[in-house]
């Protein structure tokens, strides 16, 4: 027994030992992998931070800039002041980074060209006692604009030495949906910004750029666009229908859309056409660094320009708001889809656009009659009965039914009071009869009418007799 405890003692101090010996030689591992590294220039934060050997410059970078990122915006709660912060410290720049090492030699990091090229000399590993050194952002000097047929026109910080390559190759590269764009042309002004000269060149050439220069790749625009028509309701093929560029008609769209169905209210068909004028923020270009408005238009400029010139009552405006908001809102373009199948007909050569949308209605034999009726709800539609017939169905009119009683056409909302004799309508499926109210005054209202009149005929008795 003696024996096995001393046996077993041995093995726990043995194995207690090595724990030792293997902490000791990680912690010597951990201090001899471990350099320091300086960082100054423009950047979120300067000084002397420690490194491993295995690191490269990005990932340094990138490690610490995160760091010291989190740290300042949960540093403030103050709304304002963490957005100024935020705009101060989202971008450093990416290229010129100087690397000087302890020998006193340097080389210039391309972060931006190492992340699309995986070129690891832009991305060195650090040696012990490096200093990093960040030049300052300037993207109304120091940029160069790249343009036209190429996957992502973009803005970058310039560089000595940069060519025409860097520009297509940090603009992502040529489009290779464009035919024939090879052509480049590069504007660049004076000193005095006052003339410009436009170099004509292309790719092959890859000329050196100069600070500031705005590069544009030129090629005919290609119309190989996704150009649809969403097709939905009674038609026996909804969805949406590929169609060419101003040439497919609406006769065509019907037919891919398998045609009508028994059960579509032709009447009752619409075409809205998607509005130019929309109401748009400033988004700005990707990788940009200024906002760039691609609409001059949206909802509340064309309102101001529709009512600058007007020369309408006040009492008018309101109405012009509403009509107009409902313009941009809902653009339906009159098409009579009853005749859209027949040759002859120029409903049928009706050109339909990008973005446009066909809706065919159920036809639902029902008229909806609500307001001051006995039983408010949806009766029958018989062709031909006027709207006593549909009252009646619904139980009569109700005792505070006011003497009117108004259609409300199920397509256009157009109001028309049928009980005016020289109002002429037609009752069809899917309109509405609403009947108003007859709101019950007290004595109090018609002692205050009859107050305020008698004030006005009191004023003008006076004016009378004073010049009499």
Request: overall charge negative; some cysteine; glycine content about 6%.
């Amino acid at each position: 027994m003696k024996l096995k405890i001393l046996f077993l003692a041995i093995i726990l101090t043995t194995a207690s030992t090595a724990q030792d010996m293997n902490d000791i030689q990680q912690s010597s591992f951990a201090a001899l992998n471990k350099i320091s590294v300086t960082i100054g220039g423009d950047f979120i934060t300067n000084g002397t931070f420690p490194a491993a050997t295995t690191e490269r410059v990005d990932e340094f970078i990138t490690r610490y800039y995160n760091q010291f990122r989190l740290a300042y915006l949960t540093s403030s709660t103050d709304a304002r002041s963490l957005a100024q912060m935020k705009a101060e410290i989202d971008e450093y720049a990416e290229r010129g980074i100087i690397l000087k090492h302890v020998d006193g030699t340097k080389q210039i990091i391309d972060l931006q060209k190492f992340r699309l090229t995986a070129d690891y000399v832009e991305n060195p590993y650090l040696l012990n006692g490096d200093v990093l050194i960040f030049p300052q952002v300037d993207w109304q000097r120091n940029f160069v604009e790249v343009e036209g047929a190429v996957n992502k026109p973009t803005q970058f910080q310039f560089v000595d030495g940069d060519r025409l390559s860097c520009a297509i190759l940090f603009a992502r590269g040529i489009n290779p949906s464009y035919e024939n764009a090879d052509s480049i042309e590069i504007t660049r002004l004076s000193y005095d910004g006052m003339n410009e000269e436009i170099i004509k060149t292309n790719v092959n050439e890859n000329p050196e750029l100069k600070r500031g220069d705005r590069v544009r790749v030129v090629a005919a625009e290609t119309q190989r666009r996704d150009f649809k028509v969403l097709v939905e309701g009674e038609v026996n093929k909804p969805g949406y229908i590929f169609i060419t560029k101003n040439q497919t008609t609406i006769k065509q769209i019907i037919e891919k859309a398998g045609g009508f169905k028994n059960t579509a209210d032709l009447s009752g068909g619409e075409l809205i056409r998607s509005n130019a004028i929309t109401n748009t923020t400033n988004t700005p270009f990707q990788d940009r660094k200024r906002a760039f408005n691609l609409r001059a238009l949206n909802k509340e400029t064309d309102l101001l320009m529709m009512v600058r010139m007007a020369d309408i009552e006040a009492e008018d405006s309101l109405s012009l708001i509403y009509d107009n908001q409902l313009r941009n809102a809902k653009s339906i373009v009159t098409v009579d889809f009853t005749k859209v199948l027949e040759d002859t007909s120029e409903n049928s050569k009706f050109i339909v656009k990008d973005g446009d949308i066909i809706y065919i209605p159920e036809i639902t034999n029902l008229v909806n009659v609500f307001g001051q009726v006995m039983n408010p709800g949806f009766v029958d539609f018989v062709k031909g009965q006027d709207y006593n017939y549909y009252i009646s169905k619904s139980g009569g009119f109700g005792g505070r039914a006011k003497d009117a009683v108004f259609l409300v056409k199920n397509k256009t909302r157009a109001w028309i009071d049928m009980t005016d004799d020289d109002n002429n309508y037609t009752i069809e499926s899917g309109d509405y009869i609403w009947v108003p109210k007859d709101i019950p005054r007290d004595f109090d209202h018609y002692l205050t009418r009859v107050s305020k009149i008698a004030a006005v005929v009191s004023g003008v008795a006076t004016l009378y007799l004073i010049f009499k």
